[in-house]
């Protein structure tokens, strides 16, 4: 029996060594179709020619389970000759089309910056964290409202947040990031150290109805459940929280907000460091509607959709890994009007000025459908 399985295995190692000649042969196949192509000025990809082939070699199978295997077999021979033909253009100095202004540093002397909520908000917090306390700053009812001030030029960056550490993301600004063309130049990372504001004249045991972003409120979830008598009620934000409880003057109201916001408002801290995680962190974007990125930028977001079929998302992840680019985050939003399909978010480490990114860019265009390039930074 031993013998029969030895023998087995020298046969699959000599299968193996002629899978591996016939790889080698067919890149340098691919690689002179990669020449023939720049040479007359053809695309890469064809779309059409590669479905064609895999129907025709999974038409071979006599099984589903041969049938399922060659057509992922040769899906992904298929997507390697194409990562074998980008490289070939960027050696042969083929520029994708990548837009984007490469400078030496942000244009921050002067710049006027915009948040949403009001004075006080972490985003104000954001805002004097990265350009400065003197900085030219003005805030905005709704996140929105940000985005169309910077598309307008009536601003030069918009600060937004675009994850909390303990409570994901903030999905609007997704969303917008996908819709409006504005582009992502920075990121910074504020510590978010949340208390529970009142009156002056006002006690914990006196609360009912607590004010603040829905965020805030998934961050301080816990909080609220031991305080059961405590009524969670969103609004816009959370210094626009300690405003209201200030303006309305009930001692049955209190606000979820910064230390800050109560030394601006005329609050009491009635409690401190409410939030799910002493580790709280919200980590928020530099927006502009200029294209461009830091020569020094490390990290790059894209978004994008993907066909409606078995697979697709596999094989696009692989244009980080063959040009060896860590792919740092995922998300999904769904697309309106579209059920159950979605536009994908991805961070990756690189720049846009090195060659694997190139590469790797070439081939999700090619792989996916509305790809952004929504900011290096």
Same mark, same amino acid.
């Given at each position: 029996?031993?013998?029969?399985?030895?023998?087995?295995?020298?046969?699959?190692?000599?299968?193996?060594?002629?899978?591996?000649?016939?790889?080698?042969?067919?890149?340098?196949?691919?690689?002179?179709?990669?020449?023939?192509?720049?040479?007359?000025?053809?695309?890469?990809?064809?779309?059409?020619?590669?479905?064609?082939?895999?129907?025709?070699?999974?038409?071979?199978?006599?099984?589903?389970?041969?049938?399922?295997?060659?057509?992922?077999?040769? @899906?992904?021979?298929?997507?390697?000759?194409?990562?074998?033909?980008?490289?070939?253009?960027?050696?042969?100095?083929?520029?994708?089309?990548?837009?984007?202004?490469?400078?030496?540093?942000?244009?921050?002397?002067?710049?006027?910056?915009?948040?949403?909520?009001?004075?006080?908000?972490?985003?104000?917090?954001?805002?004097?964290?990265?350009?400065?306390?003197?900085?030219?700053?003005?805030?905005?009812?709704?996140?929105?409202?940000?985005?169309?001030?910077?598309?307008?030029?009536?601003?030069?960056?918009?600060?937004?947040?675009?994850?909390?550490?303990?409570?994901?993301?903030?999905?609007?600004?997704?969303?917008?990031?996908?819709?409006?063309?504005?582009?992502?130049?920075?990121?910074?990372?504020?510590?978010?150290?949340?208390?529970?504001?009142?009156?002056?004249?006002?006690?914990?045991?006196?609360?009912?109805?607590?004010?603040?972003?829905?965020?805030?409120?998934?961050?301080?979830?816990?909080?609220?459940?031991?305080?059961?008598?405590?009524?969670?009620?969103?609004?816009?934000?959370?210094?626009?929280?300690?405003?209201?409880?200030?303006?309305?003057?009930?001692?049955?109201?209190?606000?979820?907000?910064?230390?800050? @916001?109560?030394?601006?408002?005329?609050?009491?801290?009635?409690?401190?460091?409410?939030?799910?995680?002493?580790?709280?962190?919200?980590?928020?974007?530099?927006?502009?509607?200029?294209?461009?990125?830091?020569?020094?930028?490390?990290?790059?977001?894209?978004?994008?959709?993907?066909?409606?079929?078995?697979?697709?998302?596999?094989?696009?992840?692989?244009?980080?890994?063959?040009?060896?680019?860590?792919?740092?985050?995922?998300?999904?939003?769904?697309?309106?009007?579209?059920?159950?399909?979605?536009?994908?978010?991805?961070?990756?480490?690189?720049?846009?000025?090195?060659?694997?990114?190139?590469?790797?860019?070439?081939?999700?265009?090619?792989? @996916?459908?509305?790809?952004?390039?929504?900011?290096?930074?």
């Amino acid at each position: 029996m031993e013998e029969d399985l030895n023998s087995l295995r020298e046969e699959i190692d000599a299968v193996d060594s002629q899978i591996v000649s016939l790889y080698k042969q067919r890149m340098q196949l691919s690689g002179q179709i990669a020449d023939t192509k720049i040479a007359s000025g053809k695309g890469v990809y064809d779309r059409g020619r590669e479905r064609e082939k895999i129907e025709r070699i999974c038409s071979m199978a006599d099984d589903n389970f041969t049938r399922t295997g060659l057509r992922e077999l040769f @899906s992904q021979l298929m997507s390697m000759s194409r990562m074998l033909q980008y490289q070939k253009l960027t050696e042969k100095g083929v520029r994708g089309s990548l837009p984007f202004i490469r400078l030496d540093h942000l244009e921050t002397d002067g710049a006027r910056v915009v948040y949403q909520g009001v004075e006080g908000a972490y985003s104000e917090k954001a805002v004097i964290q990265y350009f400065g306390q003197d900085v030219d700053r003005v805030h905005v009812e709704t996140f929105r409202d940000a985005m169309n001030v910077i598309a307008d030029g009536a601003a030069d960056y918009a600060v937004l947040p675009i994850e909390n550490s303990s409570a994901g993301i903030v999905a609007q600004n997704y969303d917008m990031l996908a819709e409006f063309e504005n582009y992502i130049v920075a990121d910074v990372i504020v510590k978010i150290e949340h208390c529970l504001l009142g009156l002056p004249e006002a006690k914990i045991s006196d609360i009912r109805y607590v004010y603040s972003h829905a965020q805030a409120l998934a961050q301080c979830r816990s909080y609220l459940e031991a305080h059961y008598s405590m009524e969670p009620c969103e609004v816009e934000n959370t210094a626009v929280a300690a405003k209201k409880v200030k303006e309305d003057g009930k001692a049955n109201q209190a606000a979820i907000a910064s230390e800050v @916001s109560a030394g601006i408002y005329g609050l009491k801290v009635l409690d401190r460091n409410i939030s799910l995680s002493e580790e709280n962190f919200t980590r928020f974007i530099v927006v502009t509607n200029q294209r461009v990125f830091q020569k020094d930028a490390k990290k790059i977001s894209i978004s994008f959709q993907l066909p409606h079929e078995e697979g697709s998302l596999y094989r696009l992840m692989s244009h980080f890994i063959f040009n060896g680019l860590n792919m740092t985050k995922i998300e999904s939003r769904p697309i309106l009007g579209r059920p159950w399909e979605y536009q994908f978010f991805v961070d990756f480490e690189g720049n846009l000025g090195e060659s694997a990114v190139k590469n790797a860019i070439r081939g999700i265009r090619d792989d @996916s459908r509305n790809l952004r390039i929504l900011g290096n930074y």
